[in-house]
């Protein structure tokens, strides 16, 4: 079935060039499936076909953009103005490769439900809790799943002795360990959370799990490969994710089979614990007891040529074309009923 699909990406984040290069994955894959495929930068509209060369470029910066750069993106986001575009609001599905808290925080997501324009990933409740790791970390709790000790800023000094050292401080509401530093000792924790403050007001401290670290997507309800990342920094931050050879990802893990179907349990546990739907990515860090401790949800993982959730969909067998194709489909079936009417006016049109 061919689909008129319009690729949202750009965005004014500190994650913007991830969003960029993962388009730049994503468009000639879906052109390449049969669809009829607009790109849409929320920061200045409808891309036409010969801008696309330029914008959508796959190699994501060491460094994410500067904060004047974001600051003039910003002030040219469309906002809710972006389903009045014709490409969006009359879109079969709207494809979402975006980061950070104004694609995955949930108000894209709500302004496209209330226009009822169907769109990848999870809803605007699912996308708002998982964006939020304070709220996230509340929620793997009491569904039993590990996750590392942590306390919100503001803490008394009873609380960073209760954390240990060393600490996370990174922001609650932003991905890609963008503003997110590891803290030795409490003299360095307000210089910390000042960098994290940055890009975001809530800001997370969490006791650090010094132990291998490890990633799961989820696709359609299974779980996909586990894959270990191993930085060549302490923690795996902006530059090991998007500078090659700075990380190794090993996907499959070398892990036991009782160890790879823990940890795939607990990331499908906390996929259903967030409320999520059709894809996501969790983190964990095995710590030195044997423990999986969940950190994060990412509700629309990178797409990148060196993202995680790619390399985690083609361990477990998954081409990228079909982990493209899988995700549409995800919609399609959510939305039967919005299909058929689309694909009924297509034919009448081209009938006439």
């Avoid at 494809?95 to 209330?114: I, K, P, S, T």
């Avoid at 709220?135 to 799943?145: E, M, P, Q, T």
Wanted: hydrophobic share 40%; glycine share 10%; net charge negative.
């Amino acid at each position: 079935m061919t689909l008129r699909i319009t690729l949202i990406t750009g965005g004014s984040t500190p994650e913007r060039d991830v969003a960029l290069a993962g388009a730049a994955q994503v468009l000639p894959v879906l052109r390449a499936l049969g669809h009829q495929v607009t790109v849409v930068d929320t920061t200045s509209g409808p891309v036409d076909t010969g801008q696309e060369a330029t914008l959508l470029t796959p190699e994501v910066r060491s460094a994410p953009p500067d904060e004047a750069r974001l600051a003039r993106l910003a002030s040219r986001e469309l906002g809710p103005a972006l389903v009045e575009l014709d490409v969006v609001r009359h879109a079969d599905l709207a494809f979402l490769v975006l980061h950070g808290r104004q694609g995955e925080g949930g108000g894209l997501q709500a302004v496209l439900d209330l226009a009822g324009v169907p769109y990848t990933g999870s809803d605007a409740l699912g996308s708002g809790i998982a964006m939020d790791k304070d709220l996230s970390k509340r929620l793997f709790r009491d569904a039993g799943i590990p996750t590392p000790p942590w306390a919100r800023w503001p803490v008394a000094a009873d609380d960073l002795d209760r954390l240990g050292w060393p600490i996370i401080v990174k922001p609650s509401r932003v991905g890609s360990t963008v503003g997110l530093s590891l803290v030795e000792t409490p003299a360095d924790v307000e210089a910390a959370v000042r960098e994290a403050a940055r890009y975001d007001d809530e800001i997370l401290l969490e006791t650090f799990v010094p132990g291998r670290e490890y990633t799961v997507g989820i696709l359609d309800g299974r779980a996909l490969a586990v894959g270990e990342i191993v930085p060549d920094h302490t923690i795996f931050d902006y530059a090991c994710k998007y500078t090659p050879g700075l990380t190794r990802e090993i996907f499959p893990a070398d892990l036991s089979p009782g160890a790879t179907a823990e940890i795939q349990d607990l990331a499908l546990r906390a996929h259903v614990a967030l409320n999520l739907r059709d894809f996501s990515r969790i983190d964990f860090r095995l710590g030195d007891d044997g423990i999986p401790y969940c950190l994060e949800a990412n509700t629309l993982p990178g797409l990148t040529s060196t993202s995680l959730l790619p390399q985690s969909a083609r361990a477990g067998g998954v081409a990228f074309d079909d982990l493209c194709d899988t995700i549409c489909r995800c919609v399609r079936r959510r939305s039967g009923g919005a299909f058929e009417s689309a694909v009924t006016e297509q034919s009448r049109v081209a009938g006439d």
